[in-house]
């Protein structure tokens, strides 16, 4: 079955520092990929996808290539702030996007 | 512009007592609708979907039911709450071929 694994968290980072959280997966052909953002206390928001191969999905800063070879979609960005504090989920879904696996979550504490 | 509607937005429930946990999707039709739940520090486990009215698959066996009495409207209920269904409950709709749109969920605290 299909899975997606992140590292695991809580990430600290400083302001303006440079932000990696990794995710892999492993699927059946040639799923989409995406990345979330959820607040404290709020549902989730997609934060950018993927749809093939070698996409890089981009978004308020954020960005996350697609890498079939390696079977990752890490997300980074190069300088974060206070308000990007949040928990991140790395997602999969198959084609039709009928169901999706997310993994659990890596939590981000950025400190001024 | 689609918006998502859950309600409420807190509860707190003693074991033993019902639940109906409601969510409705506002400018579009036919959604393929979704049911979650996050325990506390942790991921999202999908409890059920349902790609159209009446038609409801259940990924986990438990205490919980959901209905879809109307096209966009979709219902999680439970007749009898247990101390383990305490969690963040999520639900969610998309378009065939598109991403899934989160509610701001439910915080639902058994005592």
């Known amino acids: 079955g299909n899975s997606v694994t992140q590292m695991e968290g809580p990430v600290t980072l400083s302001e303006e520092a440079f932000l990696t959280i990794n995710c892999t997966y492993t699927a059946t052909g040639y799923p989409s990929l995406f990345w979330y953002v959820q607040y404290p206390g709020e549902g989730l928001q997609l934060l950018l996808k993927a749809t093939k191969a070698d996409d890089k999905g981009s978004n308020k800063g954020f960005e996350a290539t697609y890498r079939k070879e390696t079977t990752s979609f890490h997300l980074e960005k190069g300088s974060v702030q206070v308000s990007d504090s949040a928990v991140y989920f790395c997602?999969?879904?198959?084609?039709?996007?009928?169901?999706?696996?997310f993994g659990t979550g890596t939590k981000l504490q950025v400190i001024p | 512009s689609q918006t998502i509607h859950q309600w409420p937005a807190t509860l707190v429930q003693p074991v033993g007592s019902p639940l109906s946990l409601e969510c409705t999707v506002e400018?579009?039709?036919?959604?393929?609708l979704y049911w979650y739940r996050q325990a506390a520090g942790r991921g999202l486990q999908l409890l059920f979907y349902?790609?159209?009215?009446?038609?409801i698959s259940s990924e986990v066996p438990q205490n919980l039911s959901a209905s879809r009495p109307q096209d966009r409207q979709f219902i999680l209920s439970s007749k009898k709450l247990l101390l383990s269904d305490s969690g963040f409950y999520l639900c969610?709709?998309?378009?065939?071929?598109?991403?899934?749109?989160f509610g701001d969920g439910t915080r639902l605290s058994i005592l």
């Open positions: 400018g579009t039709s036919n959604p393929n």
């Open positions: 997602a999969l879904s198959d084609r039709g996007y009928q169901k999706v696996t």
């Open positions: 969610a709709w998309s378009l065939p071929n598109q991403p899934q749109h």
């Open positions: 349902s790609v159209g009215i009446g038609q």
